[in-house]
């Protein structure tokens, strides 16, 4: 990770909403966060926490009727949240890679991979149709394809499903783009294909420079791959900070909660940490914190006043109790 240099994205106050006959429903409410160039950042949390929808509104792929309602994103200093549609469609292929979580979705089962990854070059560098093949066939064999000028010619099917989303990978990367946004990369594959595609993400940093934006639920995956990690709750950040910092002393309760729920090795507890309840839907936000129905700490502040993040030393966390939370855990 290179953290002395400026920010590659830059997200202010993201609101994303959803118009509704019943009324406007905020999906993800005043988020801001930055990555760096090289750095992975993983974003978790349960389902319909918002990160997936952070994702969609950077690459602009957001599904009507949602849409960006305030706040900014930035790509190398630019905005891009406001960009007409083509014009945001040359910046998601050539400075934005995605990555998603069924490769079926993003591969054409019509065409051959070697058609879709050349289409994908061509539109995007200015190459001839061979030197565009080459370039596909580099780009698989980086990505771990075997035989990857005879697989070129194959269509998705004939893939298996970590080998598809190899495919993927090789998409992305095809116009060697600044960014990618990974939502779920590895949910749909089992742990040893996982392990492959967690350490061809690190290296595609390492080699590249390349920042990712990992979107997962899977605090396993963020702990191998992540060098940060944005904990994310009813549309909001709950703690953001460096991962070893974030799981070894999270400082907000719905992250203790998170982290007591993962067991380890050599550790022998009866029970795992349970975070009661479940997470508020979009038409029933509590006042004051979000998470203060589920929460073990909760105080009258927490009820009728709503935080932002709070610098807690190591980690950012919006928590009007971190310190009481962190006096809690070490006298553990």
Known sequence: MRTNQAPLLEVKNLRVEFPTRRGTLVAV????????????????????AGKSLTGAAIIGLLEPPGRVAGGEIRLEGERIDRLPYEQMRRVRGKKIGAI???????????????????????????????????????????VGIPAADKRIDHYPHQFSGGMRQRVVIALALAANP?????DEPTTALDVSIQAQIIAL??????????AVML?????????????????????????IGPVREVVKNPRHPYTVGLMGSIPTIGHDAERLTQIDGSMPRL?????????NPRCPHVAERCRTERPDLIDTGATEAACWRHADIRAAAAAE
């Open 215 to 239: 979107v997962t639920h899977d605090m396993g995956v963020i702990a191998e791959t992540a060098d940060r990690v944005a904990v994310m709750y009813a549309g909001r950040i709950a703690e």
């Open 178 to 182: 600044k960014l990618i946004v990974a």
């Open 29 to 48: 409410d005043d988020v801001s966060f930055s990555i760096a160039p090289g750095e992975v950042l993983g974003v978790v949390g349960e389902s319909g």
């Open 201 to 210: 993400l690190k290296k595609l940093c390492r080699d590249h420079g390349t």
């Open 100 to 142: 998603f979580q069924d490769p079926l979705t993003s591969l054409n089962p019509l065409f051959t991979i070697g058609r879709q990854l050349t289409e994908t070059i061509l539109t995007h560098i200015d190459l001839s149709q061979t030197q565009a093949r080459d370039r596909a066939i580099e780009l698989l064999m980086e």
């Open 283 to 291: 038409t029933a936000i509590p006042r004051g914190c979000a998470f």
